[in-house]
């Protein structure tokens, strides 16, 4: 079965400074990669996905991924942080091979994002 | 365009008790999930409809929680009786179909708490 793991579960960062999100699957085959923020009190949001095509996938709000398929990878980066980017960050798999393509969605357990002034 | 919509947001209950939320998906989606976030997890796929039919219901403790979408718009998740360790946010998202890869788009959430 797929897995997913998100490598650190809290980041500090100060504002302005760069920042990477590290995000591992466990399968070696073709899946989809997806990554969501979520702000306090919300649902999640759609960042930026990888289906297919170019390895590094730029998203909403300045962010970007690079799938790397031998280090099954997907970081997330980030070159110059604000405070509004303090939330939750889940990086999630779908294997298109599963049941018919019913785009299950596999969520690691999250990254709080936390930048300071 | 409307978002999907839940309520409540917060529900507080005593264990054994039953409770039930209800999601409204964005207008012409026709897949609805059921998603359980326990706090520190990501959150976990309950149940998936496609219209008014279920595509998959593997990790749903179906001894103690049911979900319905009779008319393929809305839909209700239920737990009865409920117990400690369902404490969490439920959420509901929607996506237009079964496209591989689509969006999914998620609702504000229920918390959950069960004494």
């Known amino acids: 079965a797929q897995s997913v793991t998100q490598l650190d579960s809290q980041v500090p960062v100060f504002e302005e400074a760069p920042v990477e999100l590290r995000c591992n699957y466990s399968s070696s085959v073709s899946v989809y990669l997806f990554w969501y923020v979520q702000y306090p009190n919300q649902g999640l949001q759609l960042l930026l996905k990888?289906?297919?095509?170019?390895?590094l996938v730029k998203g909403i709000n300045g962010f970007e991924a690079e799938f790397n398929k031998s280090q099954t990878s997907f970081h997330l980066r980030k070159p110059s942080v604000h405070i509004s980017d303090t939330a939750e960050y889940f990086c999630?798999?779908?294997?298109?091979?599963?049941?018919?393509?019913?785009?299950?969605?596999?969520f690691g357990a999250g990254t709080r994002l936390a930048v300071h002034p | 365009e409307a978002g999907v919509a839940q309520s409540p947001r917060y529900k507080i209950i005593e264990k054994r008790q039953s409770v039930a939320f209800w999601c409204n998906p964005i207008s012409g989606h026709a897949t609805l999930y059921w998603y359980q976030q326990i706090l520190g997890q990501g959150p976990k796929l309950l149940i998936q409809f496609q219209n008014n039919g279920v595509v998959d219901d593997s990790q749903l403790p179906k001894d103690r929680f049911s979900a319905e979408r009779l008319k393929g718009v809305d839909s209700t998740l239920k737990i009865q009786p409920a117990k400690l360790e369902d404490s969490a946010v439920y959420l509901c998202?929607?996506?237009?179909?079964?496209?591989?890869?689509?969006?999914?788009?998620f609702g504000p959430g229920t918390r959950l708490t069960v004494l």
């Open positions: 990888y289906l297919s095509g170019s390895t």
């Open positions: 999630a798999v779908s294997d298109p091979r599963f049941s018919g393509g019913y785009n299950k969605l596999i």
């Open positions: 998202a929607s996506s237009l179909d079964l496209e591989k890869g689509g969006t999914q788009y």
